[in-house]
């Protein structure tokens, strides 16, 4: 579990181009899942915006990547096609979106296309479609149809069923090679290790663990502690496997920064935010997950139309984001988890009256997975050590 983890952390002194570029396709959605940060937190302005992004805005939102990338040299990107549920925009729509981006920005770049789906509409239509263009899939599953269903519903029921349906598809031998991974929300009333083995049945490439997006003016369903003591099981069970059963995001950042690296996710390390958002009515925003802290949390009062997207780079909001860790709340700089941590993500810091100058709402709970995984990782290269000179250590 080790090795390919390694990294360096390099220090910010000017903005970090944005890399990764999240278009919002469609802003609907034929879920109602209960935890949804984006329907149902604070910030409610999807409901004035488009449902379906125009093949304008999509043209516009091409021509300023491809700009982006040629203002910054940039040799890869990649653009996450993003909802509500994108495959509602339809296939001609995302047709569409992705031929105007290649376009535009031509051999200056390459572009890794994705797409984050709740798998309910996934069929041989759209899947023909995205083998087509290159698009890799990740599917959101909770595990089985009871720990799934629980959250992720349709007005009229579960939407188990259909998920499965659509994951048999993706994942058999025609278009396995489209499925990047699962992405599982934690739910406490679920059994970790019984999710855990829902989601390995599918044989995914990698699954991303994701903490409710929660805040101190909105706290998360469970006590202090109880997220980590539901992950740490799946953690012991992943790390020790005699085998690699998958990728597991969430606890490989973790590894990789308490090993020196830098971290390609928001929430674990100091590395800057490189990643901005479409929306469907071409603002400019930042990450949707500030849904979560207050209404019009993401807002910068930019558009495609008008504006690049170096005017976010430059921007007071994004430049507090890129900091590092001058970046860290006051009351966690003391901390013996700052570097590994930097507070948290931006989103779960935030506080009415303190803004997001605060620490995690889950501190403790990441207290202690940090804790667990740097003991398990200082074992694990002891007990290297005994057979070979040691080549990395661990922060202490």
């Known amino acids: ?39 149902t937190m604070a910030d409610q302005r999807w409901r004035h915006r488009p449902p379906v992004m125009s093949a304008r805005i999509a043209d516009l939102a091409a021509a300023r990547i491809a700009e982006h990338v040629r203002s910054h040299d940039l040799t890869d990107i990649a653009v996450v096609l993003h909802g509500g549920e994108p495959l509602l925009a339809g296939p001609d729509r995302l047709r569409h979106v992705v031929t105007a981006v290649r376009g535009a920005v031509g051999d200056a770049a390459t572009v890794d296309f ?13 899947l023909t479609l995205f083998d087509e263009l290159g698009i890799r899939v990740g599917v959101s599953l909770d595990g089985d149809a009871a720990a799934h269903d629980r959250a992720r519903r349709r007005p009229r029921g579960g939407s188990h ?21 699962l992405l599982c929300v934690i739910d406490l009333a679920n059994d970790p290790i019984a999710t855990y083995e829902a989601l390995l049945a599918f044989s995914p490439p990698a699954i991303d663990l994701l903490l409710p997006h929660a805040n101190w003016s909105n706290p998360p369903a ?70 979560a802290a207050f209404d019009g949390a993401a807002y910068l009062g930019l ?37 590994v941590c930097a507070g948290g993500h931006y989103s779960h ?13 889950y501190c403790a709970d990441l207290f202690a997975l ?7 990782l200082v074992t694990a290269l002891a007990a290297r050590a005994a057979a070979s000179p040691p080549a990395l250590t661990v922060i202490p």
């Open 1 to 39: 579990m080790i090795n390919g983890l390694i990294g360096r952390n390099r220090p910010i002194k000017k903005p970090t181009p944005f890399r990764q570029f999240i278009l919002k396709v469609h802003s609907r959605c034929n879920l109602a899942c209960t935890y949804c940060y984006l329907y």
């Open 114 to 126: 994705s797409l984050q789906s709740n798998g309910t509409l996934l069929d041989r239509r759209f």
């Open 161 to 181: 069923a259909q998920v499965t349906r659509g994951l048999d598809a993706l994942t058999g031998p025609e278009f396995g090679h489209l499925f990047s991974g």
């Open 222 to 291: 469970g006590p202090a502690g109880a997220y980590a003591a539901w992950l740490i099981p799946i953690f012991d069970r992943w790390f020790h496997a005699p085998v690699r059963e998958t990728r597991i995001r969430l606890f490989e950042e973790i590894i990789n920064v308490l090993l020196g690296g830098a971290s390609a996710v928001e929430g674990i390390g100091t590395s800057p935010a490189a990643m901005i958002v479409v929306e469907t009515d071409g603002q400019i925003e930042q990450s949707d997950i500030l849904a």
């Open 303 to 339: 558009d495609v139309g008008d504006d690049d997207f170096d005017a976010a780079l430059r921007h007071p909001a994004t430049i507090a984001r890129q900091l590092g860790m001058t970046g860290i709340p006051g009351q966690c700089r003391e901390c013996r988890w700052a570097a």
């Open 349 to 361: 810091r935030y506080q009415d009256q303190k803004g997001f100058d605060h620490r995690s709402v």
């Open 370 to 376: 940090f804790d667990h995984i740097r003991t398990a």
